[in-house]
């Protein structure tokens, strides 16, 4: 019961996310969506959200199309942003770290802002 009530919860927060927070996508596939933070902690934050209920890397399966695509997704940001020279950081919160109860990564260059 509990997990479908999650399910609902992450499905709801999909919902919010696309259609009502005026957030800038940058990039959806079928597995993820790619957006810049809301509240960024670095000069460049972007967010990269599974589309799929993930709660953490304990529920990531290793063939999932997920897990597959993130590689060729980040490698396709890196150069579109040109993050090559810079340097950049892909990042990942678990437990009392993580704001929201679903796997996201953060993409993030440059200098952590105040």
């Known amino acids: 019961m509990h997990l479908r009530m999650f399910g609902l919860l992450v499905k709801y927060f999909w919902w919010v996310i696309v259609r009502v927070l005026p957030l800038k996508k940058i990039m959806e596939t079928n597995e993820l ?3 810049e933070h809301p509240d960024p902690s ?49 990042i990942t919160n678990t437990g009392q770290y993580q704001d929201i109860p679903q796997l996201h990564f953060h993409l993030v260059s440059g200098e952590s802002l105040p």
């Not at 000069?43 to 060729?72: K, T």
């Open 33 to 35: 969506l790619v957006l």
């Open 42 to 90: 670095y000069e460049f934050h972007l967010l990269i959200l599974p589309r799929q209920v993930i709660r953490d890397f304990s529920e990531v399966q290793p063939d999932s199309q997920y897990w597959l695509s993130l590689p060729g997704v980040v490698s396709q940001l890196v150069q579109q942003f040109h993050l090559e020279g810079r340097g950049y950081r892909l």
